[in-house]
């Protein structure tokens, strides 16, 4: 499997965070801070595709600081190729973004088989809701980049689709950076589909919450494709905690199964 594949996977778990909305999009949402885990293992893979297996786990939390949304994520995935053999994928993902989706800080830490493997920190801001804005790196190295008008964050896009759900929408389109890499922000096209089923009995209260199959297609702003350079998949509830995920990557997918999740205390602010 090419090294931009892999690259492409630590790009979409960091998006799994994102996992201005409009003045005409009423409805509160009440995000429920959560630590959740995720056994990740290989849905399907394509013949050509050189996926033999994968195993791994996936850490998330979204926690509340008052003035701001947190997000880490710890991820570590093992693929067994036909060639050249085992990869092991670990990536360390922390953020926070401001309650009002104007600022973001973002850090990233990846490794490819125990090497460091292209580590991503930054910031960005922007000029407002709907506005353009910039992104200051400093890993790889020193960089400034322009946000294009209605770029939002990764928690501001998960609020977004959120509410445009509970709004009865059906498709969302939104411009999205998160810093997982240098290659700007991109366009997240959003299909929400059929609503989950609640009612279930033994459940706690916070895991029996309306919800929606939602699936995300991510493209490069910079090249004009046909075909997404990934897709995410999940059951997202809409107190924000995701019952299920799934990771597209055309010749093979991960699933994500969601094996624990516990709430985190709210900040007294």
């Given amino acids: 499997m090419k090294h931009s594949r892999i690259a492409a996977m630590a790009a979409a778990l960091a998006l ?26 290989l849905a399907s ?74 580590d991503v920190s930054g910031q960005a801001r922007l000029d407002g809701p709907g506005k353009k804005g910039k992104a200051e790196f400093t890993l790889p190295e020193k960089l ?21 759900a509970l709004a009865d929408k059906t ?15 991109a366009e997240v096209n959003a299909l929400i589909g059929r609503k989950l089923g609640t009612g279930q009995a033994g459940v706690e209260p916070f895991m029996d919450r309306p919800g929606w199959y939602m699936r995300m297609a991510y493209f490069n702003l910079d090249r004009k494709a046909s075909e997404p350079d990934y897709e995410i998949g999940m059951e997202l509830q809409d107190n924000g905690i995701a019952r299920a ?16 999740v516990e709430l985190l205390p709210k900040p007294p602010c």
Avoid at 255 to 260: A, D, P, S, V, W
């Fill in 45 to 118: 893979a394509k013949s050509g595709s050189g996926v033999v297996s994968a195993k791994g786990a996936l850490a998330f939390e979204w926690g509340d600081s008052c003035d701001g949304w947190t997000v880490e994520q710890r991820y570590k995935l093992t693929l067994t190729l036909a060639q050249p053999g085992a990869v092991e994928i670990v990536t360390n993902y922390a953020t926070w973004e401001s309650k009002d989706g104007l600022d973001y800080r973002f850090n990233v830490r990846k490794t490819r088989n125990g090497k460091p493997d292209n």
């Fill in 245 to 260: 995920i799934k990771l597209d990557y055309a010749d093979f997918s991960i699933r994500g199964t969601l094996e624990k």
């Fill in 144 to 164: 400034t980049m322009d946000l294009p008008a209605g770029t939002v964050f990764p928690t501001e896009h998960t609020l977004v689709l959120l509410k445009q």
């Fill in 171 to 185: 498709v969302v389109s939104r411009k999205v950076f998160d810093g997982a890499t240098a290659d700007g922000a």
């Fill in 16 to 41: 799994l965070a994102g996992l201005p909305a409009s003045a005409q999009v009423a409805p509160k949402i009440e995000v429920a801070p959560h630590r959740a885990v995720y056994q990740m293992t």
